[in-house]
């Protein structure tokens, strides 16, 4: 769906990270169009502006925590 937008930010991610370290970047396309310090103020402002579904907000940090979840169950198999 914003494939194009996640590729943009992997491609560029170092560069990103020393202009936008820590903030929270508005992708469209392969244009950073907004950056905030919260990810709330980052929403609202964008949808104000763009349609939504159009744009990546992504927090710009360095490695792949800023992109990567992991989720743990506290199931047992026996």
């Known amino acids: ?25 508005v992708i469209i396309g392969e244009k950073v169009v907004g950056h905030y310090t919260d990810e709330p ?4 402002e964008s ?3 763009y349609k939504e579904g159009t744009f990546l907000i992504q927090h710009c940090t360095e490695g792949s925590d ?3 979840q992991t989720f743990h169950s506290r199931v047992v198999f026996s």
Not at 2 to 14: I, R, V
Not at 41 to 44: E, G, S, W
Request: charge should be neutral; hydrophobic fraction near 35%.
């Open 66 to 68: 800023s992109y990567t």
């Open 47 to 49: 949808i104000s502006k």
């Open 1 to 25: 769906m914003l494939d194009k937008e996640f590729d943009f930010y992997l491609k560029n991610q170092d560069e990103l990270v020393k202009k936008y370290n820590n903030l929270y970047i």
């Open 41 to 44: 103020t980052a929403y609202l």
